[in-house]
């Protein structure tokens, strides 16, 4: 009676189909964890280190301030 309520082989098939969504899933969370990361990466920074962390904006050259001066 236990053999035909829990058969020893299931005759499961998985196509290829799915093999790539769980692939796309995988890379998805690894871009996902990549942009988390950059948006973040100037606090951590500041947080372990013991220099003053800089903002996004003034480590990649784009201070309001000084493009303004430099344009009058």
């Keep these: 009676m236990a053999g035909i309520m829990f058969p020893i082989s ?5 196509d290829p189909g799915t093999g790539s969504i769980i692939l796309q899933g995988l890379i998805a969370a690894l871009a996902a964890t990549a942009v988390v990361m950059r948006a973040y990466w100037y606090k951590i920074k ?3 280190g013991k ?3 800089k903002s996004l904006t003034e480590e990649e050259g784009f201070d309001t301030d000084e493009e303004s001066d430099s344009k009058s």
Excluded at 10 to 14: D, N, P
Aim: no cysteine; net charge negative; hydrophobic share 55%.
């Design 51 to 53: 220099s003053e962390s």
């Design 10 to 14: 299931a005759f499961a098939y998985l």
């Design 46 to 48: 500041g947080f372990f």
